[in-house]
T-cell receptor
Framework: DAGVIQSPRHEVTEMGQEVTLRCKPI?????LFWYRQTMMRGLELLIY????????DSGMPEDRFSAKMPNASFSTLKIQPSEPRDSAVYFC???????????FGSGTRLTVV | SQQGEEDPQALSIQEGENATMNCSYK?????LQWYRQNSGRGLVHLIL?????REKHSGRLRVTLDTSKKSSSLLITASRAADTASYFC?????????????FGKGTTLSVSS
């Protein structure tokens, strides 16, 4: 099992550009989560999906952020247009249905200049 | 918003000593989990304790939960240099469709040899 796979590992982009982060969860996991980590705010839950359906997106900062899960093996988080304050490490995690621990990916370090 | 808060923010000990980290939370939970994050890496699940449990062990880890005080503690016994990492508590807020973990800001543990 390769674990949760995120790409790219690092992304440097200019302000105003579109950024797409990708995640492949563990096969068989029903839930997928996107988190953002910064020194100031810690780990923030952005959005999560159960069985490919978005359940709670109240953590998405604003309309510039969107997330999709077109099938059980793939999810994207898109920022358009990007701003310097979006610079952070973005983590994807997945878990089986029920009360289990999450498996996190290695994260995408996003820098917007 | 932050649900859990770890205490202390930073802890420095010598190898062989025990390390205790505390977590307080605000609202009712179904479960509480502890995670470890090494520098530049994703989070790794350590242990899960359900709201009807009071204590749980896993190797050198001991977790306690006091739902009346809304607090938990993580004890690492006989610490090693490899235990150097940030430790996060996360609480599961159950809803009809599933559980999304809310993370605290973490305790940074440094173990020197």
């Amino acid at each position: 099992d390769a674990g949760v796979i995120q790409s790219p590992r690092h992304e440097v982009t200019e302000m105003g550009q579109e950024v797409t982060l990708r995640c492949k969860p563990i096969s068989g996991h029903n839930s997928l989560f996107w988190y953002r980590q910064t020194m100031m705010r810690g780990l923030e839950l952005l959005i999560y999906f159960n069985n490919n359906v978005p359940i709670d997106d109240s953590g998405m900062p604003e309309d510039r952020f969107s997330a999709k899960m077109p099938n059980a093996s793939f999810s994207t988080l898109k920022i358009q247009p990007s701003e310097p304050r979006d610079s952070a490490v973005y983590f994807c995690a997945s878990s089986p249905k029920g009360y289990y621990g999450y498996t996190f990916g290695s994260g995408t370090r996003l820098t917007v200049v | 918003s932050q649900q859990g808060e770890e205490d202390p923010q930073a802890l420095s000990i010598q190898e062989g000593e025990n390390a205790t980290m505390n977590c307080s939370y605000k609202t009712s939970i179904n479960n509480l989990q502890w995670y470890r994050q090494n520098s530049g890496r994703g989070l790794v699940h350590l242990i899960l304790i359900r709201s009807n449990e009071r204590e749980k062990h896993s190797g050198r880890l001991r977790v306690t939960l006091d739902t009346s005080k809304k607090s938990s503690s993580l004890l690492i016994t006989a610490s090693r240099a490899a235990d150097t990492a940030s430790y996060f508590c996360a609480t599961g807020l159950a809803n009809q469709a599933g559980t999304a973990l809310i993370f605290g800001k973490g305790t940074t543990l440094s173990v020197s040899s």
